[in-house]
């Protein structure tokens, strides 16, 4: 029965205004409504891009959706990430960075998260945790480990139903970052590689994460994303 949904899904996208179509879109709002997704990866992966294409194919599938930036989305929350992006605040600990993540986080989990999942909406989040164990974990060298018994103690839920990785390697990245670099941005290449390592160790650990690779070009990267996404629920 699940192989059955998963091949008229597929379809669904094909034969749009057929009646079968009209049957498996609804199958697919089903699937998909009140669903966590993160979209999350190295600076320069084209997260935020891809996150705007996924949302705008699930409300063209006729999904209820909520799409929403991590740090920010919130008056307080960027107000946080103003002050965690300010290349200024040189003298910032990796401590500071984790709490003060964690707590843009428990607002934008408040304000805007745990309605729109409560109003049955597919959240579609750049952005979570994924981020704080590999930036602040992995690579600030506080632990992953650490970083999620944090997470336990202060979120009302940590993981997502799924959390996508866009995989892409430095020097793609970094060519892909052609202005002015924030506080995070600017850590130089030793760090970014271990937030690109943190990330895949987090991803082979973790059953509800996938890698899609982002190197390619934005359509065929938002295509895989899409199978992945269908194949996953
Ligand atoms: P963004 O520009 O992709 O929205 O992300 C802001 C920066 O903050 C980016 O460099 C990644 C970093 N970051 C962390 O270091 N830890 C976190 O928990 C999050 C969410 C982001």
Redesign the pocket.
């Known amino acids: 029965m699940l192989c059955y949904c998963r091949t008229v899904t597929y379809c669904s996208i094909q034969f749009k205004n057929g009646q079968f179509g009209q049957k498996k879109e609804t199958l697919l709002k089903e699937k998909l409504q009140g669903k966590f997704i993160v979209l999350d990866g190295p ?1 320069g992966c084209g997260k ?1 891009t891809q996150a705007e294409l996924l949302t705008r194919w699930l409300k063209d599938q006729g999904v209820p959706t909520g799409s929403f ?3 920010g989305d919130t008056a307080i929350g960027e107000k946080i990430r103003e002050i ?2 300010n290349p200024e605040h040189l003298a910032m600990s990796t401590r500071t ?1 984790l709490l003060l ?1 964690m707590a843009a986080r428990a607002q934008l989990w408040a304000e805007s998260i745990a309605p729109a999942l409560q109003e049955n909406r597919c959240v579609v989040l ?2 979570w945790l994924s ?2 164990c590999a ?2 974990g992995y690579a600030g060298g506080f632990g992953a480990d650490k970083v999620i018994g944090i997470a336990a103690d202060c979120l009302e839920r940590i993981w997502p139903d799924l959390t996508i990785i866009l995989d892409v390697d430095l020097n793609t990245a970094s060519g892909r970052l052609d202005r002015q670099l924030d506080r ?2 600017a850590k130089g290449d030793g760090y970014h590689q271990k937030v690109r390592d943190g990330f895949l160790q987090l991803a082979k650990d973790r059953k509800d994460f996938l890698v899609v690779d982002a190197t390619a070009e934005v359509e065929k990267v938002h295509k895989s994303l899409i199978e992945e996404v269908n194949i996953f629920f």
């Open positions: 600076d935020s930036r991590d740090p965690l992006l960075e993540y750049d952005r981020s704080t930036y602040q995070m941005e």
